[in-house]
């Protein structure tokens, strides 16, 4: 399916951000790239761009962002663009004659909005608009977003000035031709040229449906205000990861999300925070094996660090739109090897410990060092198998519970419980209780997953 955007108007408000509304950076990305990558997550890729104001300075940025997002853009040029978006629409016209969606380039959307509302199966000589019945919504400005009243699932009423409403139109909308007749109707009885002029056209005839986006994400930007509000709305949807664990839920989370807030505006990739992670571990690993209580101490603080850089990798992912099933991988990859390290590191530690030596022979009856290098191995084990164990048992609790519900035993606890043993010198316990935990979680989750099974 086609999609067309509009991103010719000036946004005289946000001129102190920027000199082209379309490509004033959000969280470090323009907000006609967030729109176009938001519709590529959702399986368009075949894109018309109206420009108008500053449309030399828009239209490059989109020559060079199409290889990058391996997408085809046409442009569209409205030089008109200062008399109403509907002229933005109709500058269209002759490259759609099929149903396509239509989008503003200053709206920001939970992608899976755009895919539900893909997937209907447009009637001909109708268009449907997504709707916002949330009307107590915080990221809706009352004073300036366009209203709609609905009955039966159908549009009776839209416009700013409405009184009696019961939802807003978030510029999403699935779209056939007659768009461009109601537009031109508009403009020819009423002397309108907006774009709700012409879908108040057609919903006089009965011909626009609703579709309710259930409350997910979508915001209009338009002022400094609105901008504010769109960063804290897109950084607050990084919380509550459904595969977080207790530590990173309560404590890494809020600290990564506040270090990605500063790193979207810096050109780094997600690859490269996993490997500053990596490399954070393996200094905190071999300060382990060096010994004494104080580089113990910084290396479990530097371990339990690198934890909270962990997360940030994911969070400029999505922030930025740089997922990808590679980085994931790579991610995985090295957090495999952090974790063997800073094992190692620990019973390496623990093993050089004379006096650890001495009460394990003398109440124990064994050798010291023995008992210490069978514990690190199953340490390890445990932590490896955890890890391999998570991906078909975070996939069961996710479609068993919601979010939030449970407890979660992984890395995030694991390298916590590291931290927190290093500052209390006591490297061998660690490695006992993490032989202990990872092994029965790892037992746990088999047993569940079975029983799943059987069910």
């Known amino acids: 399916m086609k999609c067309l955007i509009l ?5 005289s408000r946000l001129r102190q951000r920027g000199n082209s509304k379309p490509l004033i950076r959000l969280l470090g990305i323009p907000l006609i790239e967030r729109t176009i990558r938001s519709a590529l997550a959702a399986g368009i890729d075949d894109f018309y761009v109206v420009s108008g104001y500053n449309g030399d300075q828009v239209r490059r940025f989109l020559e ?15 030089n008109d663009w200062q008399d109403g978006n509907g002229l933005s629409l109709l500058a269209a016209k002759g490259h759609l004659v099929e149903p396509f969606i239509l989008l503003m380039a200053d709206h920001l959307f939970d992608s899976s909005i755009l895919h539900d509302l893909a997937a209907r199966t447009p009637c001909d000589g109708e268009i449907t608009l997504a709707v916002d019945y949330n009307t107590a919504s915080p990221l809706v400005d009352l004073e300036d977003v366009t209203r709609v009243r609905s009955e039966n699932k159908r549009l009776m009423e839209i416009g700013k000035g409405l009184e009696k409403f019961d939802g807003f139109d978030t510029g999403i909308f699935l779209c056939t031709p007659a768009i461009f007749d109601g537009v031109e109707q508009s403009v020819a009885e009423d002397e309108d040229s907006s774009l709700s002029g012409g879908v108040r056209c057609l919903a006089a005839r009965g011909r626009v449906k609703v579709f309710d986006i259930g409350g997910r994400f979508w915001c209009d930007t338009d002022s400094p205000q609105d901008m504010d509000n769109a960063e804290n709305a897109l950084i607050e949807l990084l919380r509550g990861k459904t595969s977080d664990g207790p530590v990173s839920r309560y404590l890494n989370r809020p600290i990564s999300i506040r270090i990605s807030r500063r790193l979207a505006s810096v050109p780094i990739t997600p690859n490269q925070i996993s490997l500053i992670s990596f490399l954070l571990c393996v200094v905190a690993a071999w300060l382990f094996a060096i010994g004494g209580y104080v580089t113990l101490a910084l290396g479990g603080l530097l371990a339990q660090f690198a934890s909270i850089i962990d997360g940030c990798d994911g969070e400029i992912a999505r922030l930025k739109f740089l997922k990808s099933d590679f980085g994931g991988w790579f991610d995985a990859v090295l957090d495999r090897y952090a974790d063997a390290l800073l094992l190692f590191g620990l019973t390496w530690h623990a093993h050089a410990a004379g006096p650890l ?40 609790m996710k479609a068993k519970f919601s979010k939030g519900k449970g407890i979660r035993i992984g890395r995030d606890v694991r390298i916590f419980l590291i931290f927190l043993c290093a500052l209390c010198n006591l490297p061998f316990m660690t490695l006992i209780v993490l032989a202990i935990l990872m092994n029965a979680e790892t037992v746990r989750r088999v047993v569940v997953c079975y029983r799943n099974e059987q069910h």
């Open 64 to 78: 060079d962002l199409a290889p990058r997002c391996a997408t085809t853009i046409t442009h569209v040029i409205n």
């Open 7 to 11: 991103a010719a108007g000036k946004g």
């Open 357 to 396: 030596r001495d009460v394990l022979v003398t109440f124990i009856g064994v050798r010291g060092g023995s008992v210490v290098l069978v514990m690190g191995f199953l340490a390890i084990i445990g932590s490896f198998m955890n890890s391999y164990t998570a991906d078909k048992y975070d996939s069961l």
